[in-house]
């Protein structure tokens, strides 16, 4: 098993831009989340599925879309970059819902907006 | 304030020595975890418990519910477990994390 797979692993991109982070998962967990790494704070959770088709936002969605058509695979749209989104943007999956499951994350990618 | 506090901020350790690291949380949780982050930046699930006290190798991790307290023991420290340890909790559809505890172990 490959675990949590991200792509890329480094990315720098101009104010204004969008792109999408890639988060795919092989172990057929159900619950998927995207988190972003600030320094001095703790994780906070972007945006989370249940299950293909089902997502909703979590602490700090603004500026980012998410969509999951798939059981495997969890994208990150950024719609129109800014610098307040350089951050490092961490991928994780767990068999079920929430945290009482163990958590798996992916290697996570360093996003810069200049 | 933060929902999830961990003390201390950074901690620097001779090789061989007991760690503690403590994680206090204000919310009710369903579990609390306990994650390492390494320089590199991969983030590894060390421990998940509700209750009690859970053991692997070296590490150990306690919990007290009442007091909403944690901690994780690292036991004979080596140089190869200086990271950043994170302590995170399940609170309904998501986790809440503290900051992080520097770990550097020096030979």
């Known amino acids: 098993n490959a675990g949590v797979t991200q792509t890329p692993k480094f990315q720098v991109l101009k104010t204004g831009q969008s792109m999408t982070l890639q988060c795919a998962q092989d172990m057929n967990h159900e619950y998927m989340s995207w988190y972003r790494q600030d320094p001095g704070m703790g994780l906070r959770l972007i945006h989370y599925s249940v299950g293909a088709g089902i997502t909703d936002q979590g602490e700090v969605p603004n500026g980012y879309n998410v969509s999951r058509s798939t059981t495997e695979d969890f994208p990150l749209r950024l719609l129109s970059a800014a610098p307040s989104q350089t951050s490092v943007y961490f991928c994780a999956s767990s068999l079920f819902l929430g945290g009482i499951n163990e958590q798996f994350f992916g290697p996570g990618t360093r996003l810069t907006v200049l | 304030k933060n929902e999830v506090e961990q003390s201390p901020q950074n901690l620097t350790a001779q090789e061989g020595e007991f760690i503690t690291i403590n994680c206090s949380y204000s919310?009710?949780?369903?579990?609390l975890h306990w994650l390492q982050q390494h320089p590199g930046g991969g983030i590894v699930s060390l421990f998940m418990l509700s209750s009690g006290k859970k053991k692997h190798g070296r590490l150990i991790a306690t919990i007290n519910i009442q007091e909403k307290h944690s901690s994780l023991h690292i036991t004979a420290s080596h140089p190869r477990d200086s990271a950043v340890y994170i302590c995170a909790v399940s609170v309904n559809n998501d986790m809440r994390f503290g900051a992080g505890t520097r770990l550097t172990v020096k030979p």
């Open positions: 919310v009710g949780i369903s579990a």
